[in-house]
């Protein structure tokens, strides 16, 4: 959604009620109608403060990039209740995603205080797509490991393919279901926390 109004990370909130993702992109999934409150599109569960290496242990540090607000409320809400998930501050677009990752400020955060574990990246950004973000963070030393799991409203192999070409470590399908979509929050929580274990730094 180019040209949308980033919101402070005071103004976040709690959603209730999300219904399908994509809407806001250009996806396939039929429209979607998030609460506002006050005026201002509310976010769960994503911080308001940068990451420290004092999180709890265990838990998963999260950077969401996409530019739709819509699909930011879905994806906050599906980890709400996950504690062992935390969501930082979104990024708009893939530049700001990779100035913030790389230390620099941002459109829509503060720069990180260290690198998350898991970005989860939208395929259909303004200026930069998924895809060259990807290949971008995969030429940058510090990053080279991170990982990357990109979302779309797209399940052709084409895209795909160019997914893990790139360097994703990850391509998931954006869900047309609100209860399918936690299900995936859920089974990231577990592969990423859990069961594997990913680098540090």
Request: with cysteine.
């Amino acid at each position: 959604m180019t040209g949308s109004k980033p919101i402070p990370p005071e103004q976040f909130g709690d959603p209730r009620g999300p219904q399908s993702m994509g809407g806001a992109s250009g996806g396939h999934s039929g429209p979607l109608s998030p609460q506002r409150a006050g005026g201002n599109l509310a976010v769960a569960g994503v911080g308001s403060e940068p990451a420290t290496a004092d999180a709890p242990r265990g838990q998963l540090e999260i950077l969401l990039v996409d530019d739709s607000e819509d699909d930011l409320v879905l994806l906050a809400e599906a980890f709400r209740d996950l504690p062992e998930a935390r969501l930082l501050p979104p990024a708009r677009d893939g530049q700001s995603a990779l100035s913030r990752l790389r230390g620099g400020e941002g459109l829509g955060g503060e720069p990180l205080a260290k690198r998350p574990d898991l970005l989860l990246l939208d395929v259909n950004l303004p200026g930069l797509n998924g895809f060259e973000v990807v290949a971008a963070i995969r030429a940058v030393p510090g990053l080279q490991t991170l990982p990357v799991v990109l979302l779309s409203t797209s399940s052709l192999d084409t895209d795909v393919q160019r997914a893990y070409r790139s360097g994703a470590n990850s391509y998931i399908t954006k869900p047309a279901s609100f209860d399918r979509l936690r299900e995936i929050a859920q089974a990231l929580v577990v592969y990423w926390c859990q069961t594997v274990r990913i680098p540090q730094g």
